[in-house]
């Protein structure tokens, strides 16, 4: 097949002045360089596409593909995950990973988490608060946790981020909405153990890869994932591979991320990460439907290397739930406009 890839560079991003911070979630070219050689090896032809205004301006001189391995995060907005995929779909043109309102339902966290409570899926009670007014009605016990509401990456999350008095809760939120202009999600603080189970497939075909719990060591910032943890994990992190056959909090945890997982609609690959609260029960936080791939550095792969999947295999699994669902090879044919 003849697979586009569209992604967002980071290194252009930080050429156009925007921060380390800013640009966190975008990809470094050895990620490009690493799928377009696991695509090359399983005998496709890549060509690369890249962010979301090239993609427009190449779809309207008429390029199209077989497939295209969407890993564009975009710019702003809190539908910006689900930018590609809505031009895809103008297109008809088949695309991994998952559709316009699966992307920007998940970066809504409080929207997601909504969702999965309404479907009978643990997770922590939490309020949005959108100003300081917000805060004067909260109903939650302290320690609390707050973190921006469309951020990912741990972005806006630091040692700062558990709180333990309504002046820390304020101040907290007065910085995340100065800094990230949108909501900031506050919920109740799970002081358990931290895992990231990893996904592929779709639908009732949708399996667990594997699971890791995400250690935090002795020079680590203390109580989350955090942004800094998260660039610095090879000095601050020890991710864990646990096997929910030897421990049962590990066979719940993976139990709610499939569950989860199917509720939401994620399609072909990606990540549940999840906390245990105070009893050891695991509790949804997150879910990433357009997880990093960079095969050393990223959870996903991280998690299938793990487990003793080649890169190659993880990136065939996500090329082939794509394709069965959407009938490719081949992008359909463009109705004529009136």
Known sequence: ????????????????????????????????????????????????????????????????????????????????????????????????????????????KGMTKRVLRDGGIPTPPFAEIASTRDLENLDLPFPLFAKPLAEGTGKGIDGGSVLRTAAE???????????????????????????????????????????????LLDRAEAGAYTYANKENCEELIEYRRVVAGKDSAVARAEAVSLAAWRLLGCRDGGRVDLRC?????????????????????????????AEGMAYDELIRRIVESACERAGAPGPRPEPALP
């Not at 925007?18 to 005998?43: H, M, N, Q, V, W």
């Not at 890993?71 to 991994?96: H, K, N």
């Not at 809760?169 to 900031?184: I, K, Y």
């Open 169 to 215: 809760l304020r101040e907290r939120c007065l910085d995340l909405l100065a800094r990230f202009r949108q909501p900031v999600l506050v919920e109740t603080y799970l002081s358990g153990r931290e895992f990231t189970v990893g996904i592929t497939g779709t639908g009732p075909a949708a399996r667990v890869v594997g699971t890791l719990e995400v250690v």
């Open 1 to 108: 097949m003849r697979i586009g890839l569209t992604y967002d560079l980071r290194d252009e991003y930080l050429a156009m002045g925007y921060s380390e911070e800013e640009t966190a979630e975008f990809d470094r070219i050895s990620t490009i360089e690493a799928i377009e050689g696991a695509l090359g090896r399983l005998g496709h032809v890549t060509d690369r596409i890249g962010h979301v205004r090239a993609l427009a301006a190449r779809l309207v001189a008429g390029d199209r593909w077989d497939l295209v391995f969407n890993i564009a995060e975009g710019l702003s907005g809190i539908g910006r995950e689900a930018q590609v995929p809505s031009l895809l779909e103008v297109y008809g043109i088949p695309y991994t990973f998952s559709d316009p309102m699966v992307m920007a339902l998940t970066l809504h």
């Open 277 to 305: 609260d105070s009893d050891g029960e695991p509790q949804f936080m997150e879910v990433n439907p357009l997880a990093g791939m960079h095969p050393e550095h990223s959870d996903l792969p991280m998690i299938a290397t």
